[in-house]
Nanobody, 124 residues
Framework: QVQLVESGGGLVQAGGSLRLSCESSGRAFGTYNMAWFRQAPGKKREFVAT????????QYADSVKGRFTISRDNAKNTMYLQMNNLKPEDTALYYCAANSRLRVYSIEDGYDYWGQGTQVTVSS
């Protein structure tokens, strides 16, 4: 089983940048597909980005394409989300998730392990 801890959230002005990190416990990080989701107040949790265990297959939600970049460093057991040109609508609690299945998914049910989340607030 893997434990996930997010960090890097905070308050930023619109147009600014943040880099989120998701650190995994254990030695099998490289065997997990990883993803970022987010949940804004009063809304359902939504997909943001996902990356295959190999680092090759990457998907983004249309709302973040061209602004967010997902990456991973298997040697450091860590996944990242570089967020640029942030908008107030990006304000949410950001979660990282993992699965040990064959493929990545853009839905919550595709992931078996979740972190506690890190808050991102973008002011206008």
């Amino acid at each position: 089983q893997v434990q996930l801890v997010e960090s890097g959230g905070g308050l930023v002005q619109a147009g600014g940048s943040l880099r989120l990190s998701c650190e995994s416990s254990g030695r099998a990080f490289g065997t997990y597909n990883m993803a970022w989701f987010r949940q804004a107040p009063g809304k359902k949790r939504e997909f943001v980005a996902t990356i295959h265990r190999s680092g090759v297959a990457i998907q983004y939600a249309d709302s973040v394409k061209g602004r967010f970049t997902i990456s991973r460093d298997n040697a450091k057991n860590t996944m990242y989300l570089q967020m640029n040109n942030l908008k107030p609508e990006d304000t949410a609690l950001y979660y990282c998730a993992a699965n040990s299945r064959l493929r990545v998914y853009s839905i919550e049910d595709g992931y078996d392990y979740w972190g506690q989340g890190t808050q991102v607030t973008v002011s206008s």
